[in-house]
T-cell receptor, first 114, second 117 residues
């Protein structure tokens, strides 16, 4: 069964800390995505990547960066965590194939910044 | 630009009643449409997808959705709700324009379904 694994389910960090959220997929997918999910706002795209060492800004990239050194791993970095980054973070992957077949999501990381 | 609107942030039904979750889309290209479900503290799981084949799409757990181009709608239905259907549901449209472009999914804001015993 295909899998997207996020390294932590729950995370508590202090304001100003540098935070790494890790995502690994075992499906050899080219595309990977980071979203944040907040009540009433749905899913908002932070960054995405269509290939190794490639990254594109999504709708809300401010305060975040990403790294994709290997095809299977896509890391989200909060350079200096702030309380307004408290949220659920979801990683997803997909393969372009013949069209948009939809994404496979990880279970999410609930980040609290105190 | 593509977008989706989910009507109703909360829907409550009784067990055994019809479930109807509404989604309207806007797309400048033939749309590819999806419904996802999210159970508490979990990621999103694909329920069903429309990719320009049959307009009535059947998904998992007894859900189905009908693509209506004239109404720009893709509503999700289930004839008889079960307690285990309580979750949040997201409609999404792809901005894939065909050819070599990749396309991303644009999500609605979600509808939380409650099922009363």
């Amino acid at each position: 069964d295909v899998k997207v694994t996020q390294s932590s389910r729950y995370l508590v960090k202090r304001t100003g800390e540098k935070v790494f959220l890790e995502c690994v997929q075992d499906m050899d997918h080219e595309n990977m995505f980071w979203y944040r999910q907040d009540p009433g706002l749905g899913l908002r795209l932070i960054y995405f990547s269509y290939d190794v060492k490639m990254k594109e800004k999504g709708d809300i990239p401010e305060g975040y960066s990403v790294s994709r050194e290997k095809k299977e791993r896509f890391s989200l970095i909060l350079e200096s965590a702030s309380t307004n980054q408290t949220s659920m973070y979801l990683c997803a992957s997909s393969s372009p194939g013949q069209g948009p077949y939809g994404y496979t999501f990880g279970s999410g990381t609930r980040l609290t910044v105190v | 630009a593509q977008s989706v609107t989910q009507l109703g942030s909360h829907v409550s039904v009784s067990e055994g009643a019809l479930v109807l979750l509404r989604c309207n889309y806007s797309s400048s290209v033939p749309p590819y449409l999806f419904w996802y479900v999210q159970y508490p503290n979990q990621g999103l799981q694909l329920l069903l997808k429309y990719t320009s084949a049959a307009t009535l799409v059947k998904g998992i757990n007894g859900f189905e959705a009908e693509f209506k181009k004239s109404e720009t709608s893709f509503h999700l239905t289930k004839p008889s709700a079960h307690m285990s259907d309580a979750a949040e549901y997201f409609c999404a449209v792809s901005d894939w324009g065909g050819g070599g472009s990749q396309g991303n999914l644009i999500f609605g804001k979600g509808t939380k379904l409650s099922v009363k015993p």
